[in-house]
Nanobody
C-alpha cells in the first residue's frame, strides 16, 4: 500500500505563504490534499491528475493555492498564498484513481499524520 508523509506546515500571519509537500512511496495515480480544522470534518482542498494536466480546487482556495507534482520524487506539493485564519487546519494528502475519486474522498491509501497549518490574524 502507498505510504504518505506530509511536511511543510507551520505558523504564519494572515497574508503569508507556505508550501506543503507529500512524499509517496509506491504507485500513485491522481493525488490530492485535504484538511481538517478543529471540530470539523476533513474536507477536500485540491487534486491533480496522473498526467498533471488537470487540477481541481475547492472554491475557498481557488486563486490562492496551487497543486503540483514531481514524478521523479513521487511527491505532490501545495503552494499556498494569501493565507487566511480560516485555512488553519491539519493538512493531509492522499491518492486516488482519478481527480473525481479524490474529490469524493474515495482515496486509496491510509491517512498519514498530516501537517499543521496555523494562520493568525
Amino acid at each position: 500500500q502507498v505510504q504518505l508523509v506530509e511536511s511543510g506546515g507551520g505558523s504564519v500571519q494572515a497574508g503569508g505563504s507556505l508550501r506543503l509537500s507529500c512524499a509517496a512511496s509506491g504507485r500513485t495515480y491522481a493525488m490530492g490534499w485535504f484538511r481538517q480544522a478543529p471540530g470539523k470534518e476533513r474536507e477536500f482542498v485540491a487534486a491533480v491528475s496522473w498526467g498533471g494536466d488537470r487540477t481541481s480546487y475547492t472554491d475557498s482556495v481557488k486563486g490562492r493555492f496551487t497543486i503540483s507534482r514531481d514524478y521523479a520524487k513521487n511527491t505532490v506539493y501545495l503552494q499556498m498564498h494569501d493565507l487566511k485564519p480560516e485555512d488553519t487546519a491539519v493538512y493531509f494528502c492522499n491518492v486516488g484513481n482519478t481527480i473525481t475519486t479524490i474529490q469524493t474522498a474515495r482515496v486509496s491509501a491510509s491517512w498519514g499524520q498530516g501537517t499543521q497549518v496555523t494562520v493568525s490574524s
